[in-house]
């Protein structure tokens, strides 16, 4: 079975900082895939940035990059310059790469940017 | 905007009743996925189907149902619906055969029950 542990309820940060919000999961599967959504408060499912498990280089989507760590089993995402727009519930997910899976989802992260 | 559509948006019904939920996947995207959000259970996996047919099972209640469509979309059957059906839908669909395999959100469908 797969599990996404997502420890930090909420957190604030600065407009224009960087902030990191982490992610740890497991599974028992070689081969898998990590993803982040938004959520802003008007509810729709925003899909960021993937990781797969056999990449070497660590994801980057614009201002959003995955620190990933395999060995450690963490997959943290990293928003750089942080926008007023950026708050919103940040959810982590997982599935395995054996056909189409389905995801896997941790309780998630709510972020504010305070001006 | 992700090019998944689910219709309606909000739903208000009273308890016992049935509702169908709709969506229409991206084009060319022959997975669709069914998710429940609610506060106390967060995001959930309720049931997946492939080019028509089902392909996953996840914790979806006996008295809900779904079916995919010869042309793609889906719609997901709540019946005898109970206080705690109230929760956010999501259908989500994804491309076959790519390794990525993104599953793309439509903006979910809110359903109280009354």
């Known amino acids: 079975a797969q599990k996404i542990t997502q420890t930090q309820p909420g957190m604030f940060v600065q407009e224009k900082e960087a902030v990191t919000l982490d992610c740890t999961y497991d599974?028992?599967?070689?081969?898998?895939?990590l993803f982040w959504y938004k959520q802003p408060s008007s509810g729709e499912m925003i899909f960021l940035i993937y990781?797969?498990?056999?990449?070497?280089q660590n994801a980057t989507e614009g201002r959003y990059s995955l620190n990933f760590q395999k060995a450690r089993k963490s997959a943290n995402l990293v928003i750089s310059a942080s926008q007023l727009g950026d708050s919103a519930m940040y959810f982590c997910?997982?599935?395995?790469?054996?056909?189409?899976?389905?995801?896997?989802f941790g309780k998630g992260t709510r972020l504010s940017v305070i001006a | 905007d992700s090019g998944v559509t689910q219709t309606p948006k909000h739903l208000i019904t009273a308890t016992g009743q049935r509702v169908t939920l709709r969506c229409s996947p991206r084009?060319?995207?022959?997975?669709v996925y069914w998710y429940q959000q609610s506060l106390d259970q967060g995001l959930q996996f309720l049931i997946q189907?492939?080019?028509?047919?089902?392909?996953a099972k996840g914790n979806i209640l006996e008295r809900f149902s779904a079916q995919q469509f010869p042309d793609l979309h889906s719609e997901l059957n709540l019946s005898s619906l109970e206080l705690g059906d109230s929760a956010l839908y999501f259908c989500?669909?994804?491309?076959?055969?790519?390794?990525?395999?993104?599953?793309?959100f439509g903006a979910g469908t809110r359903l109280s029950v009354l």
């Open positions: 997910a997982m599935r395995r790469n054996s056909g189409n899976t389905p995801l896997v």
């Open positions: 084009s060319g995207d022959l997975s």
């Open positions: 599974t028992s599967d070689p081969s898998y895939g």
């Open positions: 189907y492939y080019n028509g047919e089902e392909r």
């Open positions: 990781q797969g498990s056999y990449d070497q």
């Open positions: 989500a669909s994804s491309v076959a055969d790519s390794r990525q395999n993104i599953q793309y």
